[in-house]
């Protein structure tokens, strides 16, 4: 079993930046895909990005391509989701959630873990 938690989360200007946490306990992180959704109220949830556990690569819904960054820092168990240039519509409750998903990063069903996500608010 794998506890994932997230934090990091608030409001921030349009423009801003924040860093979210993905803090796992009971396994290693580096053993799964780590992957980070959100869902904007009253829409369904969606892929933001993943950091495969065993691809160099990482890989980014269209819409985030180069304002956003996902790393893993082993030691501490945690991958991170830095978020730079924000937009309003890029408010949303982020998620992160973990599995060994062969390769279907955006499918949110083929995760085994979930954190409780973390409330982003982006004001314009």
């Known amino acids: 079993q794998v506890q994932l938690v997230e934090s990091g989360g608030g409001l921030v200007q349009a423009g801003g930046s924040l860093r979210l946490s993905c803090a796992a306990s009971?396994?290693?992180?580096?053993?799964?895909?780590v992957t980070w959704f959100r869902q904007a109220l009253g829409k369904e949830r969606e892929f933001v990005g993943c950091?495969?556990?065993?691809?160099?690569?990482?890989y980014y819904e269209d819409s985030v391509k180069g304002r956003f960054t996902i790393s893993r820092d082993n030691a501490k168990n945690t991958v991170y989701l830095q978020m730079n240039s924000l937009k309003p519509e890029d408010t949303a409750v982020y998620y992160c959630?973990?599995?060994?998903?062969?390769?279907?990063?955006?499918?949110?069903?083929?995760?085994?873990?979930w954190g409780q996500g973390t409330q982003v608010t982006v004001s314009s």
């Open positions: 959630a973990g599995g060994r998903v062969q390769g279907w990063y955006s499918l949110s069903y083929r995760y085994d873990y």
């Open positions: 009971g396994r290693n992180i580096s053993d799964y895909d």
């Open positions: 950091i495969p556990w065993n691809d160099p690569n990482t």
